[in-house]
């Protein structure tokens, strides 16, 4: 088991930036792929950004390509978004996820997700 802790989110005005952070304990953090992805009322959940285990490779959707980016610190068991020039379109739940495989943009991919954290973007 992985447990996943997201923390960060919060309001913010249309420009500004957020750094998500998500916490791993229980299994070794470093064997597993991570996502971020998130859910506005009403939409399904879709994906944002993922990073492998060993942080070389990662994957952004376009939306945020050049505004976001995703790193990890297998040290502190911890994978943040830092989230840059923000528009009221991102604003959504963001939920981390954990995947003990390849990093994938499918959602039904990951076997661990965290709670998630309100991201509010005003205009």
């Known amino acids: 088991q992985v447990q996943l802790v997201e923390s960060g989110g919060g309001l913010v005005q249309a420009g500004g930036s957020l750094r998500l952070s998500c916490a791993a304990s229980?299994?070794?953090?470093?064997?597993?792929?991570m996502g971020w992805f998130r859910q506005a009322p009403g939409k399904e959940r879709e994906f944002v950004a993922a990073?492998?285990?060993?942080?070389?490779?990662?994957y952004y959707t376009d939306s945020v390509k050049g505004r976001f980016t995703i790193s990890r610190d297998n040290a502190k068991n911890t994978v943040y978004l830092q989230m840059n020039s923000l528009k009221p379109e991102d604003t959504a739940v963001y939920y981390c996820?954990?995947?003990?495989?390849?990093?994938?943009?499918?959602?039904?991919?990951?076997?661990?997700w965290g709670q998630g954290t309100q991201v509010t973007v005003s205009s």
């Open positions: 229980g299994r070794t953090f470093s064997n597993y792929a």
């Open positions: 990073i492998s285990w060993s942080g070389a490779s990662t």
């Open positions: 996820a954990a995947r003990g495989l390849k990093a994938t943009m499918n959602p039904l991919g990951y076997d661990y």
